[in-house]
């Protein structure tokens, strides 16, 4: 049996990846340590959306990995996908602008990919794929959250389009986007059948979108509103077709929950090295305080849940990989990821005491980003019952 | 009580087996004999948002099918004969 201790035993094992996925999650790691980090405690505090830092990004080909190369992107497997992101986590410590680019390649990229036309698919997807195009996800509005279906916005035919009416609010990315997905309701009263998607032009006449939210965590990532007013939108602008956007949500939630939290697993692994670093070193009453049981056990903990966190994330991966995955994997996914990821920020800010509650050791703040997760794309309570729903209760 | 080894073929076969999981498993409260092929579904609130994900899970399962998203759409979920004849299809293209 091959022994594990000290550092080689703080990685989950095994990985899974195959050279070449290895190789890729390497050299994101190397990019994120050299590019990604920096001047991260003041543009933190002052809520700043970095596009230089998104173009970096973009010319690596992150926004790119689940889009083809015939669209402008990598077009690599889910897996694959997984690895690059959780290198990304592990060696960024910029949690928002990891959201970020998880909420353009789920909530946009992949709409597009799946229910674009081919004009559609090649007008929009080379743009986002190289930064130069950034995208937004408009469903949630005032009066719809977890009831996410329960839409006001409407979608009126005219002659030659439709006429969109209606506020959304909590839109990732919108106040830098230059490209919306849209959902409205052609028909109130067929409830989420009658719901479609729109790519709608930031530059459309009609529609405004407000100042970023302040908010608790992910201050580098935007939120705004948006406001439609008698917004009109070309024929060609529908996504799918009318009725659709039920199942174009579903299908961008599904790739959201299961791989948005990638990047949480890199960073579960970043705290816990520095966890037990920090209680090898730091001595109190005489010796390293990770010989204290109470301070041990949370360390332990913490490695538990990183590796139970890596297995779902790569077995829902290969699961997206297979064609085999459900909402109910990408649920339990989701929300194991989450709430690990909420856990494992506390324990470091605990292991560290009066150091992990300042700001520049930088533990605050990813307590501070990953309450988050157990709120975005469907609450934990929302994963629970679209679990129990699955289990036919 | 409608079983998957009911011996039944053809698309009434398919659609007494949807029909089943919509009164087992999604519990439609009516009399099973009003649960017409031609009942619409989405308007009379027999399949709502979560429902339908798991009538699509269970659909994939019961028939082996794979249902693609694009397909997930009103007019192949409307109604029970909808929805088996979106499963016919998707059979035939195996």
């Known amino acids: 049996m091959t022994r594990r ?3 080689t035993a703080i990685a989950p094992h095994p990985d899974g990846l195959d050279e070449e996925q290895r190789e890729l999650k390497r050299s994101v790691v190397e990019f994120a340590h050299a590019e990604l980090n920096r001047d991260l405690d003041r543009r933190d505090h002052e809520a700043e959306f970095s596009r230089d830092l998104w173009l970096k990004c973009a010319a690596l080909g992150l926004q790119g ?37 998880n909420a ?9 990919l799946h229910f674009g036309t081919e004009e559609q698919k090649r007008r929009y997807l080379p743009g986002l794929c190289d930064g130069s ?3 937004a996800h408009a469903m949630t509005e005032p009066g719809s959250g977890s009831d996410a279906y329960a839409l006001a916005t409407t979608a009126t035919p005219t002659d030659d389009g439709w006429l969109l009416n209606g506020s959304k609010t909590f839109a990732t990315n919108a106040p830098e986007s230059d490209l919306l997905i849209v959902f409205a309701t052609t028909d109130r009263t067929l409830g989420f059948a009658g719901i479609t998607a729109f790519l709608v032009l930031r530059r459309t006449a009609g529609l405004e979108v407000g100042p970023p939210f302040s908010k608790m965590g992910l201050r580098t990532s935007h939120l705004a509103d948006v406001f439609m007013s008698d917004c009109f939108v070309p024929v060609d602008s529908v996504l799918g077709s009318p009725g659709a956007g039920m199942a174009i949500f579903n299908t961008s939630m599904r790739w959201e929950r299961s791989l948005i939290l990638a990047g949480a697993v890199g960073t579960m692994q970043r705290q816990l090295e520095r966890s037990v670093r920090y209680g090898r070193e730091r001595v109190q009453f005489g010796q390293p305080i990770g010989r204290f049981q109470a301070v ?8 538990l849940r990183l590796e139970t966190s890596h297995l779902m994330l790569y077995r829902m991966a290969t699961l997206l990989d297979q064609g085999l995955a459900t909402d109910l994997d990408a649920a339990l996914t989701k929300l194991h990821l989450s709430e690990a990821f909420v856990q494992s920020s506390l324990d470091a800010l605990h292991v560290h005491g009066g150091y992990g509650y300042v700001t520049e050791t930088g533990l605050e703040r990813d307590v501070r980003d990953s309450v988050a997760g157990k709120i975005y794309s469907g609450t934990s309570d929302m994963q629970r019952n679209v679990i129990a729903h699955h289990l036919g209760l | ?12 076969g398919t659609s007494q087996r949807i029909r089943g999981f919509l009164v087992e498993e999604l519990y439609w409260p009516r009399p099973m004999s009003e649960l017409s092929d031609d009942l619409p579904l989405i308007a009379e609130h027999v399949i709502d948002s979560m429902g339908l994900l798991r009538l699509v899970a269970w659909l994939e399962s019961e028939f082996s099918i794979d249902i693609q998203d694009a397909d997930v759409v009103p007019a192949n979920f409307g109604t ?5 004849a979106l499963v016919g299809r998707i059979q035939q293209t195996r």
């Open chain 1, 65 to 101: 990995l689940p889009i083809p190369a015939d669209y402008g992107g990598v077009g690599v497997r889910a897996t694959t996908i997984a690895a690059a992101l959780e290198g990304l986590g592990y060696g960024c410590a910029d949690n928002g602008l990891i959201f970020s680019l």
């Open chain 1, 296 to 303: 041990s056990h949370r360390i332990a903990d913490m490695k």
């Open chain 1, 5 to 7: 201790t000290g550092d």
């Open chain 1, 133 to 135: 195009v950034i995208g």
């Open chain 2, 1 to 12: 009580v409608i079983r998957r080894d009911t011996i039944l073929t053809g698309m009434a």
């Open chain 1, 104 to 112: 353009q390649m789920w909530a946009c990229e992949l709409p597009i």
């Open chain 2, 80 to 84: 029970i004969a909808a929805i088996a």
